[in-house]
């Protein structure tokens, strides 16, 4: 299933997720640091989405109160919740 949803509170603009069996795929992530997200976007494949939503969840950016990896997290848990 792929899901994309528009991020903010970041400078990236948006995230898409491709999650199979709760299993991350591919995920793409417009905008933002390019180097630091498509670094990121490699490590989570593969892996749970639950437990890269565990890992990301809450992390912030300087006075920001969400970061890119919390984006990250937030389209995740809204993917998940689609299949439900």
């Known amino acids: 299933?792929?899901?994309e949803r528009r991020n903010q509170g970041v400078c990236s603009r948006s995230t898409k997720v491709d999650i199979e069996d709760g299993v991350i795929k591919e995920i793409s992530?417009?905008?933002g640091c390019n180097g630091n997200l498509n670094?990121?976007?490699?490590l989570l494949v593969?892996?749970?989405a639950e437990d890269a939503i565990t890992r990301m969840e809450g992390v912030t950016c300087g006075p920001r109160k969400t970061s890119c990896p919390?984006?990250?997290a937030v389209t995740l848990k809204e993917a998940l919740a689609q299949q439900s």
Do not use: A
């Open 1 to 3: 299933m792929v899901y």
């Open 29 to 31: 992530i417009v905008g």
């Open 39 to 42: 670094g990121i976007s490699k």
């Open 46 to 48: 593969g892996m749970k």
């Open 70 to 72: 919390d984006q990250i």
